[in-house]
C-alpha cells in the first residue's frame, strides 16, 4: 500500500519533470529554416547542380575535353562532344550535356576533373515540369565569371592560373619556331574558331594511337609519345608518363600547387603528342625522367617549373 | 426570467403534445428497424436511437434526472456494450440465411397478440394516480431523498444484485490458470473457459 | 547569418504565439458576445417596438431571446475550434523546436481557415461496401452533443445571466455528462460503417476505452457535486466565486442570496461551529482558496472559523488535518478528472482510437471532406468542453481569483466603461451590451479555459501514447479504485470539517 503511494507520487513527479522539460523547450530558438525565404547554409562541399566553371579571373572556360567526367561517371549522364582542333590539334569543346534526372550527384566528375573545371555548385533547386529539361546543355551548364569566383572561393579551390599560353607563348613564339608559335595564337583567342581548317592536316599528322589518348589526357595519354617530348615538356607530365599513379597520388596531395599547373599539364601533353608525330624516340628519357618527377613532386616549384617549361617548350619543338 | 422547467408550465398544452408526436414519429421507426433490419449491429444502433428517444419522453415528463440517467446508462453504456459484444462474436451473423418456419408463424402472431392483451389489461386495470400539480423543479433532491430513506431496501437489493452480476461475470471470464496454488488445467477446460468468456461477452 | 542574428531566447516566437491566441480570443470573444447581443437584446426589442400591442410578435421576440444560448454556441463553437486548431499547431511547435504553420495571414492566423476551405471543397467520398446512412450519421451523433452539452457552462460562467438563464438546468453537471458521453456512439457508428478494420479497431478501442474511464470521471465530478451539495453547475460555479460570496452580506439582495446560500448548504453543513455564525461573506478574502479545487469553501470556512478563533485547539488541529487531506483529495480528484477527460476525448496519452502509427488514422480513416471536418471540429471542442467543465467545477467557474475586496475596484472600474459604453449605445437607441459581471465572469471563464487547454497542449508534447493493456490496467485497477476511495474520503472529510 505505501509502496504504492510511494511509486504512484515518483511517478507524478517523474511526469511533472517530463511537463517541466518540454515547457523549458518552448524558449528554445526554433530549428525550423523556412527555406524559400532563407536559403540554407550550404557548406562549401555540398554536392548540388553540376555546373562548368570558367577561368574567374579571365573568365576562360577551363573545360578541356579530357572526358574524364563522362568516363567516371557510374550514371552515364555526361555526354561530351569535341572534336580536335585543326589550329591547336588539342580536343576542343563543342557541347557538354548533363542529364541531372539521371545524376546520383555522387561528385565523382569533380574529383576527377584535372582542371576543376566541372564543379558541384550549392544550388539544388531543379525541380522541373519534364525529363527533358533536366538535361543541360553546355550554355546552361557554363557559370559566369563571378559565379565561377564565388564557387573557387567557396571551395577553396586553388585559382586556375591563366592561361600559359596567352602570355607565355606570344613571347616564346616570336623568339623561336613556326608550328609552336601560331597554336598558342590560336588557342586562348577562339577555341572553335581556328579549328575547321587546321583540323584535317593535323588529324592527319599524327599518328592514329597519339590523338585519342593525348586527348583523354594524363593517364591514357600515349606514353611513347609523352616520353620522348618530355624533356621540352613540364614536370607534371613527366610525373604522369612515368608512374600514372605516383601522378594522381601528387595530384590529390597538392592540389593547391597542381590544380594550375594540370590545365598547362594537360595541354602541354596534346603538343607532346603533336610533337611526337616529328619524332619517333627519344633515348634521354631516363633521367630527365627522375628530374622531373622531383619537380612535379615539388608544389613550389609548379608555378616556375610552368613557365620554364613554357620558354623552353618552342625551342625543343623547334630542335625536334 | 425562464427555466426549461418554466418553459414546460408556460408552454401550452399543445406544445407537449407536439413534442410528444415528434419524438414517437422519430421512435416507432427506429424501433421497427430494431425489429426488422437483418443487419444486427445497426439493429444495435437503432436501439440506441430508441432508448434516446425514450430519454425524450422522460425528459417531457419532467423527469430530467432520469431522463439523463437513461440516456447515459442504457443509450450509451449498455446498448453501446451490447453492439460491441455483437461485433466482436459474430461478425457474419448478417449474412446468414434466414431461417424461414412458416408453419410457426400463425402460432407466434396469436402469442404476440396474447402477450399485447395481456400488457395492455395490466395497464388498464391498474390505477394510475394523475395530479395536476407539476413536479418541483428540484426534483432530484426529492429523487435522492425517497431513494435513500423510504426506498433506501430495494435500492440495496438491486445494488446487491449488480454486484453479484458483475462479480459473477468476472469469475467466468477469469481464466483459471492464473489461479496460483491450483492445478494447471488441461486444454479442454481452457477452451472451455474461453467459451465461457464469449458467454459473459454477450 | 541567420543563427549570428538569432537572440537566445525564443522571445520573438512566444510573442507572436501570444499576440496571435490574444487577436484570436478576442475575436472569439466579441464574436460572442455581439452575436448574444443582437439575437438576444437587439432583435428582440426591434420587434417589440414594432409589435405594439400584437401579442404574436411578443411571443415571438420571446422566443427569439430563448434561442440566444443556442445560437451563441453555434457562432463560438466553430470561431472556437478554429483558433484551437492553431493554437495546437502553434503552441506545440514552441514545445517542439520548431515554428508551426505561419505562411496563411499574418503569422500563419488564417491557417485553419484555409484548412477548412479545402476540407468544405473536397470530396465527400463514400467508401465502398460502407453503410452509407451511418456513415453520414456518424460525425453528426459525434458532433452535435458537444453543442448541446456545453449550453449549462454558458450559464455558469456568465454568473446566470437572464439570457442564458433558460439552461440553467437542475441536473446540471449531470447533463453536462450524459451529453458528453454520447460522442462515443459516433465513433463507434463511424468506425463500424466505414468498412475498414483500422477504423473498426478505432471504434472498439475508442468505446471500451471511454466507457473505462467514464467511471473515474464520472466519479471525480460527483465527489465534487457532493462535497458542495448540488449538481447545478450554475451554483457551483456561484459557491466559489469570492464576488459572490462577498455579495452575501452587503448588497441590496442579500438576503435572498443567503437564503439560497442556506438552500445549497444548509443541510450539508452540520459540523460545528457553522460559518453562518461569523457571516458567510468573511469567505470573499479568501480569493482562490475558495476553488473546489481548494475543498471549496469547506476548506475556507475552517480558515474563517480558525481566524475568528470560533475552535478549541484540539478541534483546531483536527479539523486542520482533514482540511488538509480535503485539499489533497480535492486536487486528486481533479487529476482525476482531468486524466478521465483525456481519455474521453481520445487525447494524446489516450489517443488509441486514432493512433496514427498503429492504425492510420482510426475511426476517421475513411473520412474526407465536410465530414472530416466535423470529426475535427468535435474534437476540439469536445476538449473546449471537458476543459470548461474542470473551471466550473474546480477553478471557480467566471470567478475571479483575487479577494472579493481587492477585486471589487476592478469590478468598479468596469462597471463604469461599461455604463459609459451603454450610455452611447442608449443614445442611437439600442439597448445595453455591457454588463460588468458577466464581462468578467466570460473573461476569467475564457482565460481559465484556455490554460487547461494550453495545458493539454503541454501534455501532448510531452506524454508518449500508452498501450491498450496498459490504458485498461491504469483505468480499472488505478483510477476507479483511486476515485471510489476518494469518494469515501470526501463524503467523511465534509462532514467532519
Not at chain 3, 442564458?164 to 451529453?179: D, E, R, S
Not at chain 3, 457532493?226 to 452580506?249: E, H, K, S
Request: charged content about 20%.
Amino acid at each position: 500500500m505505501f509502496a504504492l503511494v510511494g511509486r504512484s507520487i515518483e511517478s507524478l513527479r517523474q511526469v511533472a519533470r517530463g511537463l517541466g522539460t518540454v515547457l523549458k523547450h518552448a524558449a528554445r530558438e526554433p530549428i525550423t529554416k523556412e527555406f524559400p525565404d532563407t536559403m540554407p547554409q550550404l557548406a562549401g562541399h555540398f554536392r548540388g547542380r553540376l555546373a562548368l566553371a570558367v577561368n574567374p579571373q579571365t573568365g576562360d572556360h577551363l573545360c578541356i575535353s579530357c572526358l574524364q567526367c563522362e568516363r567516371v561517371c557510374p550514371d552515364k549522364c555526361i555526354q561530351i562532344t569535341s572534336h580536335k582542333s585543326p589550329e591547336t590539334n588539342k580536343p576542343e569543346l563543342i557541347n557538354f550535356k548533363i542529364d541531372h534526372g539521371l545524376c546520383m550527384f555522387c561528385g565523382l566528375c569533380t574529383e576527377v576533373c584535372p582542371t576543376n573545371c566541372i564543379i558541384n555548385t550549392n544550388d539544388f533547386e531543379m525541380a522541373d515540369y519534364s525529363r527533358e529539361s533536366l538535361v543541360y546543355d553546355l550554355k546552361k551548364l557554363t557559370l559566369t565569371q563571378d559565379e565561377s569566383a564565388h564557387y573557387y572561393s567557396k571551395k577553396e579551390l586553388p585559382m586556375p592560373k591563366p592561361k600559359p599560353k596567352p602570355a607565355a607563348k606570344p613571347a616564346a613564339g616570336a623568339a623561336a619556331a613556326k608550328p609552336a608559335a601560331d597554336k598558342p595564337a590560336g588557342k586562348p583567342e577562339a577555341k572553335a574558331e581556328a579549328k575547321p581548317e587546321a583540323k584535317p592536316e593535323s588529324a592527319e599528322a599524327k599518328p592514329a594511337a597519339a590523338a585519342p589518348e593525348a586527348k583523354a589526357a594524363e593517364e591514357s595519354a600515349a606514353k611513347p609519345a609523352e616520353t620522348q617530348a618530355k624533356a621540352e615538356d613540364s614536370a607534371a607530365k613527366a610525373i604522369e608518363t612515368q608512374a600514372k599513379t605516383v601522378e594522381t597520388a601528387t595530384k590529390a596531395e597538392e592540389t593547391a600547387a597542381k590544380s594550375g599547373e594540370t590545365q598547362q599539364k594537360a595541354e602541354e601533353v596534346l603538343k607532346a603528342a603533336e610533337a611526337s608525330t616529328k619524332t619517333e624516340e627519344s633515348s634521354e628519357k631516363p633521367e630527365e625522367k627522375t628530374r622531373e618527377i622531383d619537380l612535379g613532386r615539388v608544389p613550389a616549384k609548379s608555378d616556375e617549373a610552368a613557365e620554364t617549361k613554357a620558354a623552353e617548350e618552342p625551342k625543343k619543338e623547334g630542335e625536334q | 426570467m425562464f427555466n426549461l422547467n418554466d418553459l414546460a408550465h408556460a408552454a401550452s398544452a399543445h406544445l407537449e403534445i407536439c413534442l410528444f408526436y415528434l419524438t414517437a414519429f422519430i421512435m416507432i421507426p427506429l424501433a421497427y428497424g430494431v425489429l426488422l433490419d437483418r443487419n444486427i449491429i445497426r439493429a444495435g444502433f437503432l436501439l440506441i436511437g430508441v432508448f434516446g428517444g425514450i430519454s425524450a419522453l422522460f425528459l417531457l415528463l419532467q423527469a430530467q434526472f432520469l431522463a439523463m440517467a437513461q440516456l447515459m446508462i442504457y443509450a450509451v453504456g449498455i446498448t453501446l456494450v451490447v453492439v460491441i459484444a455483437l461485433m466482436l462474436t459474430n461478425p457474419n451473423l448478417e449474412y446468414e440465411k434466414s431461417v424461414e418456419l412458416p408453419q410457426q408463424q400463425l402460432p407466434a402472431f396469436l402469442t404476440s397478440i396474447l402477450v399485447f392483451l395481456v400488457l395492455y389489461m395490466s395497464v388498464l386495470s391498474e390505477a394510475w394516480p394523475v395530479r395536476n400539480e407539476l413536479p418541483s423543479a428540484d426534483n432530484i433532491k426529492v429523487l435522492g431523498t425517497s431513494l435513500l430513506t423510504q426506498y433506501s431496501l430495494p435500492f440495496e437489493f438491486a445494488s446487491i444484485l449488480l454486484l453479484v452480476a458483475l462479480i459473477g461475470a468476472v469469475m467466468l471470464a477469469k481464466s483459471d490458470h492464473f489461479h496460483p496454488g491450483e492445478e494447471i488445467l488441461g486444454n479442454e477446460s481452457i477452451s472451455e473457459t474461453e467459451g465461457n468468456e464469449n458467454v459473459v461477452k454477450v | 547569418m541567420t543563427t549570428a542574428a538569432a537572440a537566445p531566447y525564443n522571445i520573438g516566437e512566444i510573442w507572436k504565439f501570444v499576440r496571435l491566441s490574444l487577436i484570436w480570443m478576442g475575436i472569439i470573444f466579441g464574436a460572442v458576445w455581439l452575436v448574444s447581443w443582437v439575437v438576444g437584446a437587439v432583435i428582440p426589442a426591434l420587434i417589440d417596438q414594432a409589435a405594439g400591442k400584437d401579442a404574436v410578435l411578443h411571443n415571438l421576440a420571446n422566443i427569439i431571446r430563448l434561442l440566444t444560448p443556442l445560437i451563441a454556441v453555434m457562432v463560438f463553437i466553430p470561431i472556437n475550434a478554429t483558433y484551437m486548431v492553431l493554437a495546437e499547431r502553434r503552441g506545440l511547435a514552441l514545445l517542439t523546436v520548431r515554428k508551426g504553420p505561419n505562411r496563411v495571414g499574418p503569422d500563419g492566423f488564417l491557417q485553419t481557415g484555409a484548412d477548412a476551405v479545402k476540407l468544405l471543397f473536397k470530396e465527400n467520398i463514400d467508401p465502398e461496401g460502407s453503410d452509407p446512412l451511418m456513415f453520414t450519421l456518424a460525425p453528426i451523433i459525434f458532433f452535435a452533443p458537444s453543442v448541446f452539452g456545453a449550453i449549462p457552462l454558458l450559464a455558469a460562467v456568465t454568473s446566470d445571466h437572464e439570457l442564458f438563464h433558460i439552461v440553467n438546468l437542475p441536473t446540471g453537471i449531470f447533463y453536462v455528462l450524459a451529453m458528453s458521453s454520447i460522442p462515443v456512439v459516433g465513433i463507434v457508428m463511424g468506425g463500424w460503417a466505414s468498412n475498414n478494420k483500422y477504423s473498426l479497431v478505432g471504434g472498439l478501442r475508442s468505446a471500451a476505452q471511454a466507457i473505462s474511464y467514464e467511471i473515474p470521471l464520472v466519479l471525480a465530478v460527483i465527489t465534487v457535486c457532493l462535497l458542495v451539495g448540488t449538481l447545478n453547475v450554475v451554483d457551483i460555479a456561484w459557491l466559489q466565486n469570492p464576488m459572490a460570496l462577498a455579495g452575501l452580506d452587503n448588497s441590496p439582495q442579500a438576503a435572498q442570496a443567503l437564503q439560497r446560500w442556506e438552500s445549497i448548504r444548509g443541510a450539508s453543513h452540520m459540523a460545528a461551529p457553522s460559518i453562518s455564525s461569523i457571516g458567510v461573506n468573511s469567505l470573499a478574502d479568501f480569493g482562490f482558496l475558495n476553488w473546489n479545487i481548494f475543498g471549496g469553501d469547506k476548506f475556507t470556512s475552517y480558515l474563517a472559523l480558525l481566524a475568528a478563533g470560533k475552535y478549541t485547539v484540539e478541534a483546531a488541529i483536527f479539523k486542520g488535518l482533514a482540511a488538509l487531506l480535503l485539499i489533497i483529495s480535492s486536487f486528486l480528484l481533479c487529476g482525476l478528472y482531468l486524466t478521465g477527460a483525456c481519455a474521453e476525448i481520445n487525447r494524446i496519452p489516450f489517443d488509441l482510437p486514432e493512433a496514427e502509427s498503429e492504425l492510420v488514422s482510426g475511426y476517421n480513416t475513411e473520412y474526407s471532406g465536410i465530414r472530416f471536418a466535423i470529426f475535427f471540429l468535435a474534437e476540439f471542442t469536445n476538449l473546449f468542453i471537458v476543459s470548461t467543465i474542470a473551471v466550473v467545477m474546480w477553478f471557480g467557474g467566471g470567478s475571479s481569483p483575487f479577494p472579493a475586496t481587492l477585486y471589487a475596484p476592478v469590478m468598479q472600474a468596469l462597471a463604469g466603461v461599461c455604463g459609459a459604453v451603454n450610455e452611447v449605445l442608449k443614445g442611437i437607441g439600442l439597448p445595453a451590451i455591457l454588463e460588468a459581471t458577466t464581462l468578467s465572469g466570460a473573461i476569467w471563464a475564457i482565460a481559465k479555459t484556455y490554460f487547461l487547454v494550453y495545458f493539454a497542449i503541454l501534455v501532448r508534447g510531452t506524454l508518449p501514447r500508452f498501450r491498450i493493456d496498459q490504458l485498461m490496467d491504469f483505468g480499472w485497477k488505478r483510477l476507479i479504485p483511486l476515485s471510489l476511495i476518494l469518494l469515501l474520503t470526501v463524503t467523511f472529510l465534509k462532514e467532519l470539517i
